[in-house]
């Protein structure tokens, strides 16, 4: 199975910083790769697929990039409501998995 | 508007059995893969499993795989999980979730219902 890693499994950061969240694979997953938003007590919520495209109705202060093994999420101007665990995932092919997760609170 | 409500979680003894069940509504369900994502107390998301629009493709996380069975009801539009042999790590929430259309073979989840929980205890 391929195996998914984050970094950093948290960080502290203030509303208008610029936020990196980090995602590797064990393999290379072309770009079947999606970012979910999770906040507590709450279903994920998609956020970027294919590594790189907005889902409809996600702000434009989130992007994503990379392709093969090493992808990033990054919140230009990280706002109150972004404060949440973030996961990635691959769905190259079965058994698809989540990264462990990085959680992102309030400095 | 989509919506996917899960039912079936509860309380069961260790080395018993339960289905889970997901009713799906406002959108064509033969046409979207389906799967179950579930969350332990306080940890992360782990994949389950996955069945394809047409049942012709399926797949289980290794830590389920030969106790899991899923399975889809198209005429009911329901999406089942049966779940055999269930362990105290068995115990989490269970998402059911919908695939995004997408032109790729595989797709990421674009909505989860609000999940069933399930309790593997004596």
């Known amino acids: 199975a391929i195996r998914m890693t984050q970094s950093p499994s948290s960080f502290s950061a203030s509303t208008g910083d610029r936020v990196t969240i980090t995602c590797r694979a064990s393999q290379g997953i072309s770009n079947y790769l999606a970012w979910y938003q999770q906040k507590p007590g709450k279903a994920p919520n998609l956020l970027i697929y294919g590594a790189s495209t907005l889902q409809s109705g996600v702000p434009s202060r989130f992007s994503g990039s990379g392709s093969g093994t090493v992808f990033t999420l990054t919140i230009s101007y990280l706002q109150s409501e972004d404060f949440a665990t973030y996961y990635c995932?691959?769905?190259?092919?079965?058994?698809?998995?989540f990264g462990p997760g990085t959680k992102v609170v309030i400095k | 508007e989509v919506q996917l409500v899960e039912s079936g979680g509860g309380l069961v003894q260790p080395g018993r059995s339960l289905r889970l069940s997901c009713a799906a509504s406002g959108f064509t369900f033969d046409e979207y893969a389906m799967h179950w994502v579930r969350q332990a107390p306080g940890k992360g998301l782990e994949w389950v499993s996955g069945i394809s629009g047409n049942s012709g493709s399926i797949g289980y996380a290794d830590s389920v795989k030969g106790r899991f069975t899923i399975s889809r009801d198209s005429a009911k539009n329901l999406l089942h999980l049966q779940m055999n042999n269930l362990s105290a790590e068995d115990t989490a929430l269970y998402f059911c979730?919908?695939?995004?259309?997408?032109?790729?073979?595989?797709?990421?989840?674009?909505?989860w219902g609000q999940g069933a929980r399930v309790t593997v205890s004596s």
């Open positions: 995932q691959h769905y190259y092919t079965y058994p698809f998995t």
């Open positions: 979730t919908k695939e995004r259309y997408c032109t790729s073979s595989r797709c990421p989840f674009d909505y």
